[in-house]
């Protein structure tokens, strides 16, 4: 059983287009993020939700709506997507807020817009 | 405010070399640390991790001590294989909440 699974895998979708991720744990974590990651393996957090509550909203445009149905689920929705948004998108998760034991990553979902 | 450094790559060895990644931090608290591995096409995994000052942390062969009076964790091993090619990054929590500091990563390439 995967610990952390995101789908898709892959994404190639046309500029202006709205796609969704998805994400779900199953490791009774209360806390789960969505990071980006660019072609120079840089990441940066986008959100970070805790027991369904959003803890964590960077400075990411508003085209990027993140949504928690339950601790176990978290989704990425992205609307009119542009040629920016390419990156590998990374959902995690970790026990608690403080992630005091570290993270448990998903495979990633590598969106190419074109 | 809190941060991790870690050494520039890329970094090419031969196999069998032996390993040092260097990571530094910057806390007003106490952190753990720890030592995230990225293989081409996957997740990052946790590699490990160190909770406390002079704490190793140790895995697969890699080692890293929490050495609080030069803020330093270094990620060494003594003989890598072509298998341990992948980008490698150190992280700190600040252990209060939403307080998880990434590097930007440090490429390893092992030729055989």
């Known amino acids: 059983d995967t610990a952390v699974s995101q789908t898709p895998k892959y994404l190639v979708t046309q500029m202006g287009n709205d796609k969704s991720i998805k994400c779900e744990q199953n490791?009774?974590?209360?806390?789960m993020y969505w990071y980006k990651q660019d072609s120079k393996k840089f990441l940066k957090i986008m959100f970070s939700?805790?027991?369904?509550?959003?803890?964590i909203n960077e400075t990411v445009p508003n085209r990027f709506s993140p949504k928690s149905p339950d601790k176990a689920h978290l989704n990425l929705h992205i609307n009119s997507l542009e040629l920016g948004d390419s990156a590998v998108y990374f959902c995690?998760?970790?026990?608690?807020?403080?992630?005091?034991?570290?993270?448990?990553f998903g495979s990633g979902t590598r969106l190419t817009v074109v | 405010g809190d941060s991790v450094t870690q050494m520039e790559g890329p970094v090419t060895l031969s196999e069998e070399a032996f390993l040092t990644i260097n990571c530094t931090y910057t806390?007003?608290?106490?952190?753990?640390l720890f030592w995230y591995v990225q293989y081409p096409g996957e997740g990052l995994q946790l590699l490990l991790k160190a909770t406390k000052a002079d704490d190793k942390g140790s895995n697969k062969g890699f080692e890293a001590t929490y050495r609080k009076e030069t803020t330093s964790f270094h990620l060494e091993k003594g003989s890598v294989q072509v298998s341990d090619s992948a980008v490698y990054f150190c992280a700190l929590s600040m252990n209060t909440g939403n307080q998880f500091y990434f590097g930007t990563g440090t490429s390893l390439t092992v030729i055989p």
């Open positions: 939700y805790n027991n369904k509550e959003l803890i």
């Open positions: 490791l009774g974590h209360d806390t």
């Open positions: 806390a007003t608290g106490y952190p753990s």
């Open positions: 995690a998760s970790s026990q608690d807020a403080t992630a005091l034991y570290g993270y448990t």
